[in-house]
């Protein structure tokens, strides 16, 4: 049982009271968040720590509530009227709920909501102030000690005496952290310990508090004494202290080193350890897997209604390809709250299958201790087609990386030396501006000089490059801004050494990336003898991911973007979508961010969304890269951050509205192409479709051109395709050839090949987003669920870009690590190349190992 006090605790303002560490001890907190994105975080970051209840009264909806009790709320503080609309809206478990009364009028109200439920009368609990507690009680029937009327006491001018008459009224006392301590002697503050001393019942022989010690997960440690003093030093230290009767106070582990941290101090049921009520436990109910356990036992000897788990009872195949789809998203998952999430889904759907076949945990623990009880054991290698599935393959350990040589410091007349930033002492914002690059400081400045040049190359061409080279190169005869390969001899003179540096430099380069083409793994090799160069991945930390609204809802592009954000590995991810017109936002979108982790939705579209992403408000995470789709004002949004320095954020590539390419010939089925040529035209006015027709007669043609016109009629956005189909054209060729040459130029978003045996003509194709192949493939697959990703580049982008894959939310590092006789092997090359640049900092790192080297050899 909780400690007979609630303590409120401002999440977004540092007090001069207990810390949310301290707090913990007591059980439980009460906070009031400013909205529902800070509740869910301070959920989500304490669920752990302690139970928290949630001042909900200023959250709009319902399906706030709902959503802050999801998130892991103990109970929401709520007002009359979200009862009602609790009621009439979603059914909620009347034990989860605290209704503010403070009124005569409120408590009639709640007294006749009682009486219209009655089934809830014996868990609905009050909040209501200190001097209406009896009253309150007597009028809705709640047993003295139930602890379910709750006080609010404010922090002006309450008392200690107040508050200890309010706990012994069996009511629990609301108390402001900052009029609490757990600190000796505090003038103004009022002392958790005697608070929770005046509630503690004695032992009559001696005098002390009989104390049941345990664990995390409530195994008992043992069982000891205490008294207000050991209580109030345990508080204070935030250790295990406890009352021997011979020697005093007794701090656990004061000289064996063994000590205890305090976590949480709770009663029993009547405050002297001695359960008198034949429950399970007095110290809070199962939690856990001990908890499913109970649960899923319930619900296997009487399922309500309509209960998932009772479906999964009567479904065991069900249940076994929710055991198989579980651990597979528990293999994929990287980060700690990933694995946990995963974890905890493919443990209650495995404790399911055991409750179903009799199986209890105490069973799986007994198996557990008799295997560890075992001398000889096998290998334990995976299987062979999970061993294969998961990529374990025979190597060797690479060997360990020769350790540096220290570098020699050179002794200089004059002292030269960085600046130093202490940030613990130094304002962010100064850090921040140490953190630029000189570049970021005068961005503005160049960015109006560069956008001139930039647009009268656009405009002019050769003939513009020519004017600047001139001007800033002073390159006056220059008559031409390029050369073409194969390059004249004469360019290329060297002196062998130089040539040599050269040749072995762009072979260990070559060399290395020529074995990065196999995709995202992390590589090691070795380029030549004692020089090794790795690859690997990290992923990008934090992803913004832009979900159109406009015409269409596309939880299809949150999961397209979300899941690869997800299995990359991601710290954090946000999404932007348009919201309706009434605030709100697709309820699918929202369930696409609660799957995959995102960390919060913008509400907004267009160009002030990108820039919300990019640069970070004050409630708006800022991203590291954007990524998805949009209209023509969303792209150029993406284009225009990506190349501000100062926002240092990237971008997946220009996409906008959509596109497709279909390739048909005398094989096509008309009515197949046309609903292709269609699912991309209702996507918007300013979409565009292109079909080329391979050697079709009038008669096919216009097969097809019917078909187009019948479905088109029959789609309730026939308004926006015809929009879109204002700007589409049909292109008829005479071959394959023809057909694909126009293809490369045109490179679609996406691609549908129509034809004669497709999967030959994949060889020819040079540009495009995705290809879809056969008369069976029609692009929605990919939109949805084939498992290829549908934000891909459109406007030609495909000629430059790729896809969102995995690899768009990864980026790689390389490393070198060489040994004393690498070194030495590559010193000349290096050496050679830098004189040549004139980099004498260059080859001066290389020349003092060079000497040390040769020097320890001597």
Not at 97 to 115: C, G, H, K, M, R
Not at 437 to 462: F, H, T
């Amino acid at each position: 049982m909780a400690t007979p006090f609630l303590i409120a605790y401002d999440p977004s303002t540092p007090t001069s009271g207990l810390s949310l560490k301290q707090i913990a001890y007591f059980s439980r907190v009460l906070i009031k968040p400013s909205n529902l994105a800070q509740a869910e975080h301070f959920l989500r970051q304490n669920f752990r720590l302690l139970d928290v209840v949630v001042d909900a009264t200023d959250l709009p909806s319902a399906g706030d509530l709902v959503d802050v009790l999801n998130a892991g709320a103990v109970k929401i503080l709520i007002s009359l009227d979200q009862l009602t609309a609790l009621s009439t809206e979603q059914s909620v478990p009347s034990s989860r709920l605290l209704v503010y009364a403070t009124s005569d009028a409120q408590l009639n109200s709640l007294e006749q909501w009682i009486s219209a439920n009655a089934s809830e009368r014996d868990s609905v609990c009050v909040t209501t102030e200190p001097a209406a507690v009896s009253a309150a009680a007597a009028q809705l029937k709640i047993p003295a000690d139930a602890q379910r009327i709750y006080a609010t006491h404010n922090s002006g001018n309450v008392s200690e005496d107040v508050i200890k008459q309010t706990m012994q009224s069996g009511a629990i006392a609301i108390l402001p952290s900052q009029i609490l301590t757990v600190e000796r002697n505090v003038a103004d503050k009022i002392s958790a310990a005697d608070l929770l001393a005046s509630r503690l019942v004695t032992d009559q022989a001696n005098g002390l508090y009989a104390t049941s010690v345990t664990d995390e997960r409530g195994s008992c440690l043992g069982a000891v004494w205490s008294s207000h003093e050991s209580i109030a030093e345990a508080l204070r230290t935030g250790t295990g202290v406890y009352q021997s009767r011979k020697r005093g106070l007794w701090y656990k582990g004061q000289s064996s080193g063994d000590v205890q941290e305090l976590i949480r101090i709770g009663f029993d049921c009547d405050a002297d350890c001695f359960c008198h009520l034949g429950t399970e436990s007095c110290f809070g109910a199962s939690a856990g897997l001990s908890r499913l356990q109970k649960t899923l036992q319930a619900r296997k000897a009487d399922a309500p209604a309509g209960s998932y788990t009772a479906r999964l009872f009567n479904e065991p195949k069900l249940v076994e390809a929710k055991i198989m789809e579980e651990a597979e998203e528990l293999c994929r998952a990287n980060t700690k709250e990933e694995i946990a999430f995963e974890a905890a889904d493919l443990l209650y759907f495995a404790l399911t299958k055991c409750t179903a076949a009799g199986v209890s945990l105490e069973d799986i623990e007994r198996n557990l201790d008799l295997k560890s009880l075992k001398v000889k054991r096998r290998k334990g290698d995976a299987k062979g087609p999970w061993a294969e599935k998961a990529g374990l393959t025979e190597s060797k350990p690479a060997p360990a990386p020769a350790k540096p040589e220290p570098a020699v410091e050179e002794d200089r007349t004059t002292r030269l030396e960085m600046k130093r930033v202490v940030t613990a002492t130094t304002a962010p914002e100064v850090v921040n501006e140490y953190l630029k690059r000189p570049s970021q400081k005068s961005n503005d400045a160049i960015v109006s000089l560069v956008k001139p040049i930039v647009e009268d190359v656009r405009v002019n061409g050769d003939a513009a490059v020519l004017k600047y080279t001139h001007k800033f190169e002073k390159a006056t005869s220059l008559t031409s801004p390029v050369i073409q390969a194969p390059y004249p001899p004469e360019l290329m003179q060297l002196t062998p050494d130089v040539q040599e540096a050269l040749d072995v430099s762009i072979g260990n380069i070559r060399r290395f990336h020529a074995a990065q083409k196999g995709g995202n793994e992390d590589l090691t090799m070795e380029t030549m003898p004692g020089v090794v160069c790795s690859r690997f991945s990290r992923a990008i930390e934090r992803v913004g991911l832009y979900i159109p609204g406009g015409t269409a809802v596309l939880p299809s592009t949150a999961m397209m973007l979300g899941v690869p954000a997800m299995v990359a590995g991601c710290k954090k991810i946000v999404l932007a979508s348009p919201p309706r017109s009434d605030g709100s936002i697709s309820p699918e979108i929202v369930y696409v961010a609660h799957k995959v982790g995102a960390e919060s939705i913008v509400l907004a579209g267009g160009a002030q969304a990108v820039a919300a992403m990019a640069y970070g408000t004050q409630s708006i995470s800022k991203v590291d890269k954007i990524l998805g789709p949009g209209n023509q004002f969303v792209t150029a949004a993406k284009m225009l951050v990506s190349n501000d320095t100062s926002a240092g954020v990237s971008i997946d590539m220009p996409a906008g509205p959509s596109e497709v390419l279909v390739i048909a010939d005398k094989t096509a089925n008309p009515a197949f192409v046309a609903s292709d040529l269609l699912s991309q035209a209702e996507h918007g006015v300013d979409s565009q479709v292109i079909l080329i027709a391979v050697g079709l007669a009038e008669s096919e043609l216009r097969a097809i051109e019917d078909q187009v016109d019948k479905q088109a009629k029959a789609l309730p956005r026939m308004d926006i395709v015809r929009g879109s189909l204002e700007h589409s054209v049909t292109f008829a060729v005479r071959d394959i050839t023809e057909a694909m040459t126009l293809s490369n130029a045109y490179a679609p978003e996406h691609l549908i090949l129509q034809v004669e045996n497709a999967e030959a003509v994949v060889e020819a194709v040079q540009n495009a987003g995705s290809v879809f192949i056969g008369p069976w493939t029609p692009e929605s697959v990919g939109d949805y669920s084939a498992g290829v990703n549908h934000s891909l580049p459109t406007y030609g982008y495909a000629k430059q870009y790729s896809g969102v894959n995995l690899g768009s939310f990864l980026k790689h590092i390389t490393s070198s690590n060489l040994t004393p006789d690498g070194l030495m092997g590559l010193s000349k090359t290096v050496e050679t190349l830098a004189a040549l640049e004139g980099l004498d900092a260059h080859k001066r790192a290389i020349s003092i190992r060079v000497a040390q080297i040769q020097q320890n050899g001597a």
